[in-house]
Structure formats: structure tokens, C-alpha cells
């Protein structure tokens, strides 16, 4: 039987859909599976693509015809071809113009912009969902989307990425001590620092809790363009909150906090929300997206945007004991009924093999 050949494509490589596909390089490799992925140079390293046992071909997150031609002779000899994201799917679209070789997209997230740029990014969607042989949405709205988009074919997608795993040995209490909060609470968001993440309200939350004795510290992990802004925002108003930059780490520091907050503007299957629950943190989140089928009843859902109700409800979880149990509890019997990497793994082949026979 000949040696099916894959090739995964990245685009900008948030964290999410990079270990996604981290986890499903391996998962297809054990399997028999060709697998290269192509994405940004920095990626390679980050996430070991080449000690998952895939082959590596660095495609820079740009459209012009050198970016489209690298990504064009990698997919050459491609069975099927799975792109990650919209830029993703665009750019793999434009490589594989004129070829026989069937496109899988996965939606992970969605894009956030208004006017002209929102048309322009709904008419990017349009382009990938139609090229597609299949889009898998993440969530039940972005399934609904794709649909909209004009998909073929859409269907709820098979993601898991592996379980955070801390350093042996890593003490919660040394965690605390590293970011400063020994005698208080801890509460930590994870996530880039742009708009969307909703990192304004969590200061202006930040701004009640200054309230509480002990008074909470707010960590967030991250970098990204509004880090200027958050800072002198933090300064000026003399928040409880420290920027601690991007950390690879997450699996000491996350259960060393007594909250987790997840205040986005939209998410699908929010790392930060599945590393939560699996260790039982209990979260806070905004009832967005797909949150809300993510987590079930295993977490505080607020309104997004509303400093009040993300205030009033980390002000009562922490005063609530028992309540914090009953989450942590309710986290890991949810975690348990997200798809396992190996059932990721057999679906998404089932699929390729389908698109293959049928092309």
C-alpha cells in the first residue's frame, strides 16, 4: 500500500493550532503517515515539528510569489494538503491553483476587524471555504460560518492538543513566590496582547479588586502590540497586575493560580480553558464562541466586556471555598469528554482518506 502524504500548513502559528498540529504531525507519523509541515522558520524549533517525526519546510506568512512558490513545490508530491487558519487556507489555495490535490481547512478561530477590512476578510473566507474539500470549525458557530462561506463540506472538527505537563518536581508555592503573590491570591490570563483578548476589562476588574483584602494579583502571560498601553495603564492607575511576557512554562505556573480568566471577545477552543479544566483551575471566562460548549457547567461565565460581573465574579469565587472545589472538580470530569488525541488522530485520517478516494 503506498505511503500516504500529507502536508500541514501554519500561518501566523497561534499556540492553539500550532500543538494541534505538533500533536497530529506525530499522531499521522505512528501512523504510517508522510506528514511535512510548512510554516514560519521560528516555528520549527518552538514546537519540534521535526522531533514529532515530520518533515520541516519553512513558508513564510506572506502571499507573494516566492512565499507561494515555496509552498507550492512542498505540496508537489502531497496527497492531500490540511491548511490551519484562514491566511493559511488562502495561501494554500493560490499554491495548489491548477493541481488535483484535495484542500482540508481548519478553522480554528476567527478573524476580528470591521469595514473594509472586515469585507476583505469575509471575502478571504469565502475564497478557502469554497476551495476547500472540507472545513473543519472548531466550534459550532464557526462550522456555521463555513457554511455560510459556501463550504462543500463542513463539519465539527476533531481538536485536542496534549495535556499541560509541568517540570517534576515544580512546587506550586515556588510558582507564587516566582511571580509574587506567596500571602495573596493569584488569578492569571494567558493569551497575546491585542485587542480582542479583552485585557482592558480585565484592568478595569483589576482596578475593583483593589479592594479585597488580600488584595488578588493579576499575571498575565503574553506579548504582543497593546503591551505599551496595558503597562502605562498599570502604572498610572496602580494596578495589581504584572505583564510577565510570553512563557513556555505554563504548565508549572497555571496550577499554581487560584483563578484563571479568560475575558476574549470571541474563542473557540481557548488553550487556556482546556489547560484550566484539565488541572482544575477554576476559570472565569466570557460566555463567547464556542466557550460555552466547551466548559459546559465547569465554569463562571460572564458577559464580555462587563468589568462589573468579571469583578463580582472572581471577588466571589475567592471567597468561596468550596465553590472553587466544586469547579476544579467539574473541570476535570468535563476535560473528560473532549476527543483524545488519538481519536483526533483517526478522524482527520478518516477524512483524508475520504478526499483522496474521491478526487
Same mark, same amino acid.
Given at each position: 500500500?503506498?505511503?500516504?502524504?500529507?502536508?500541514?500548513?501554519?500561518?501566523?502559528?497561534?499556540?492553539?493550532?500550532?500543538?494541534?498540529?505538533?500533536?497530529?504531525?506525530?499522531?499521522?507519523?505512528?501512523?504510517?503517515?508522510?506528514?511535512?509541515?510548512?510554516?514560519?522558520?521560528?516555528?520549527?524549533?518552538?514546537?519540534?515539528?521535526?522531533?514529532?517525526?515530520?518533515?520541516?519546510?519553512?513558508?513564510?506568512?506572506?502571499?507573494?510569489?516566492?512565499?507561494?512558490?515555496?509552498?507550492?513545490?512542498?505540496?508537489?508530491?502531497?496527497?492531500?494538503?490540511?491548511?490551519?487558519?484562514?491566511?493559511?487556507?488562502?495561501?494554500?489555495?493560490?499554491?495548489?491553483?491548477?493541481?488535483?490535490?484535495?484542500?482540508?481547512?481548519?478553522?480554528?478561530?476567527?478573524?476580528?476587524?470591521?469595514?473594509?477590512?472586515?469585507?476583505?476578510?469575509?471575502?478571504?473566507?469565502?475564497?478557502?471555504?469554497?476551495?476547500?474539500?472540507?472545513?473543519?470549525?472548531?466550534?459550532?458557530?464557526?462550522?456555521?460560518?463555513?457554511?455560510? #462561506?459556501?463550504? &462543500?463540506?463542513?463539519?465539527?472538527? !476533531?481538536?485536542? %492538543?496534549? *495535556?499541560?505537563? +509541568? $517540570?517534576?518536581?515544580? /512546587?506550586?508555592?515556588?510558582?507564587?513566590?516566582?511571580?509574587?503573590?506567596?500571602?495573596?491570591?493569584?488569578?492569571?490570563?494567558?493569551?497575546?496582547?491585542?485587542?480582542?483578548?479583552?485585557?482592558?476589562?480585565?484592568?478595569?476588574?483589576? #482596578?475593583?479588586? &483593589?479592594?479585597?483584602?488580600?488584595? !488578588?494579583?493579576? %499575571?498575565? *502571560?503574553?506579548? +504582543? $502590540?497593546?503591551?505599551? /498601553?496595558?503597562?502605562?495603564?498599570?502604572?498610572?492607575?496602580?494596578?495589581?497586575?504584572?505583564?510577565?511576557?510570553?512563557?513556555?512554562?505554563?504548565?508549572?505556573?497555571?496550577?499554581?493560580?487560584?483563578?484563571?480568566?479568560?475575558?476574549? #471577545?470571541?474563542?473557540?477552543?481557548?488553550?487556556?480553558?482546556?489547560?484550566?479544566?484539565?488541572?482544575?483551575?477554576?476559570?472565569?471566562?466570557? /460566555?463567547?464562541?464556542?466557550?460555552?460548549?466547551?466548559?459546559?457547567?465547569?465554569?463562571?461565565?460572564?458577559?464580555?466586556?462587563?468589568?462589573?460581573?468579571?469583578?463580582?465574579?472572581?471577588?466571589?469565587?475567592?471567597?468561596?471555598?468550596? #465553590?472553587?472545589?466544586?469547579?476544579?472538580?467539574?473541570?476535570?470530569?468535563?476535560?473528560?469528554?473532549?476527543?483524545?488525541?488519538?481519536?483526533?488522530?483517526?478522524?482527520?485520517?478518516?477524512?483524508?482518506?475520504?478526499?483522496?478516494?474521491?478526487?
Amino acid at each position: 500500500m503506498t505511503q500516504l502524504r500529507t502536508v500541514q500548513v501554519l500561518g501566523g502559528g497561534s499556540a492553539g493550532s500550532s500543538a494541534h498540529v505538533r500533536s497530529l504531525a506525530a499522531g499521522l507519523v505512528a501512523r504510517g503517515v508522510r506528514v511535512t509541515v510548512c510554516a514560519p522558520a521560528d516555528l520549527k524549533h518552538l514546537y519540534d515539528f521535526p522531533g514529532a517525526g515530520a518533515h520541516f519546510a519553512a513558508v513564510p506568512r506572506r502571499s507573494d510569489p516566492a512565499a507561494i512558490g515555496a509552498l507550492r513545490a512542498a505540496c508537489a508530491k502531497a496527497d492531500v494538503v490540511h491548511a490551519h487558519g484562514l491566511h493559511a487556507a488562502v495561501r494554500a489555495t493560490l499554491a495548489l491553483s491548477g493541481q488535483r490535490v484535495p484542500l482540508v481547512v481548519t478553522w480554528h478561530t476567527r478573524s476580528h476587524a470591521e469595514g473594509a477590512r472586515g469585507q476583505a476578510l469575509r471575502l478571504l473566507e469565502r475564497r478557502a471555504a469554497r476551495a476547500a474539500a472540507v472545513v473543519f470549525g472548531t466550534c459550532s458557530e464557526l462550522v456555521d460560518r463555513a457554511r455560510r #462561506r459556501g463550504a &462543500r463540506d463542513a463539519r465539527l472538527a !476533531p481538536v485536542a %492538543v496534549p *495535556a499541560p505537563r +509541568g $517540570r517534576p518536581g515544580r /512546587a506550586e508555592d515556588k510558582s507564587r513566590a516566582e511571580l509574587g503573590a506567596v500571602d495573596r491570591p493569584l488569578l492569571m490570563a494567558v493569551g497575546s496582547l491585542v485587542p480582542h483578548r479583552g485585557y482592558g476589562t480585565l484592568l478595569d476588574a483589576a #482596578r475593583l479588586w &483593589r479592594g479585597l483584602d488580600p488584595m !488578588p494579583l493579576v %499575571v498575565i *502571560a503574553g506579548e +504582543g $502590540r497593546e503591551r505599551g /498601553a496595558l503597562q502605562r495603564r498599570i502604572e498610572t492607575e496602580g494596578l495589581p497586575v504584572r505583564l510577565v511576557g510570553r512563557r513556555d512554562d505554563i504548565g508549572d505556573l497555571l496550577p499554581a493560580a487560584d483563578v484563571a480568566l479568560l475575558p476574549s #471577545r470571541w474563542e473557540a477552543r481557548s488553550l487556556l480553558a482546556q489547560e484550566a479544566l484539565r488541572l482544575g483551575v477554576p476559570l472565569v471566562a466570557t /460566555a463567547v464562541g464556542g466557550i460555552p460548549e466547551l466548559v459546559g457547567d465547569a465554569a463562571e461565565l460572564v458577559p464580555y466586556g462587563d468589568a462589573a460581573a468579571l469583578a463580582d465574579a472572581v471577588a466571589r469565587l475567592l471567597a468561596d471555598e468550596g #465553590r472553587r472545589g466544586e469547579l476544579a472538580a467539574a473541570g476535570r470530569v468535563q476535560a473528560g469528554t473532549w476527543p483524545t488525541e488519538d481519536e483526533t488522530i483517526a478522524q482527520v485520517l478518516s477524512v483524508y482518506d475520504e478526499v483522496v478516494a474521491g478526487r
